[in-house]
């Protein structure tokens, strides 16, 4: 039987994706009735922007090493990055880190052969949309808007960086959805995880995933002891 985990967040990138993942991880370990042990530690929004914008991956991963340092040695026996768009430098990132790294991406592709959805569309930072989920859906093929990929991925930008959506944005993204749905897709995946302030308490009239609750109930099963690494 696996033993509980100790988790550590990288958070901050945006703060209000790091929110989420706190309350969401925090509901999900209280229903089985265990503690959770967290520690979260803060990167900063703007350095990443830079980074991935300009695909500095080696760059991005000595930013995080040593924050991943810190969450070792605050107890941490595994780490995740609360951010999608955070991730484009994953394989970097886990040379450098003392700590295994939980994958916000890994699983996706199971979750979505598990409920048998063929197509999905992408909403999420220009890189998420442009590489097609880092090019790591096999089994579900990922749909963008290509002609829109610029436009979508500024707008998801300036929403991480303010924390909060406005009634213009969510609009723009309810309405990109429905065009990726037109498209062929069988399903919206929330590929940022700050989209929650566009989507949480709307009705847009199609399937919606958010990655976020699949990364988080990764988390919650190594957090109580229901998985291993």
Do not use: W
Request: glycine share 8%; hydrophobic share 45%.
């Amino acid at each position: 039987m696996p033993r509980p985990l100790h988790i550590g967040l990288i958070g901050g990138i945006g703060p209000a994706a790091t929110v989420v993942y706190y309350q969401r991880l925090c509901a999900a370990v209280a229903k089985s009735g265990q503690p959770l042990a967290l520690t979260i530690v803060q990167a900063d929004i703007q350095t990443l922007i830079r980074t991935n914008l300009a695909d500095l991956r080696q760059e991005q991963a000595e930013v995080y090493a040593p924050l991943l340092h810190r969450l070792k040695a605050a107890g941490c026996d595994c780490a995740a990055i609360t951010s999608l768009g955070g991730h484009f430098c994953f394989a970097e990132t886990e040379a450098l880190s003392p700590l295994p790294l939980v994958s916000a991406v890994a699983p996706l592709d199971a979750y979505f052969a598990a409920q048998s959805i063929r197509s999905v569309g992408l909403l999420g930072t220009r890189v998420v949309m442009r590489t097609r989920l880092y090019g790591q859906l096999q089994q579900t093929e990922a749909l963008a808007l290509d002609d829109r990929i610029d436009e979508i991925g500024q707008l998801y930008q300036d929403l991480a960086v303010a924390g909060a959506c406005s009634a213009e944005a969510r609009a723009t993204f309810l309405e990109a959805g429905r065009q990726l749905i037109d498209s062929g897709a069988e399903a919206v995946v929330l590929a940022g995880t700050d989209l929650n302030l566009a989507f949480d308490g709307t009705a847009p009239g199609y399937p919606v995933i958010d990655a976020l609750d699949i990364h988080v109930a990764r988390l919650a099963d190594l957090a109580t002891g229901r998985a291993d690494l």
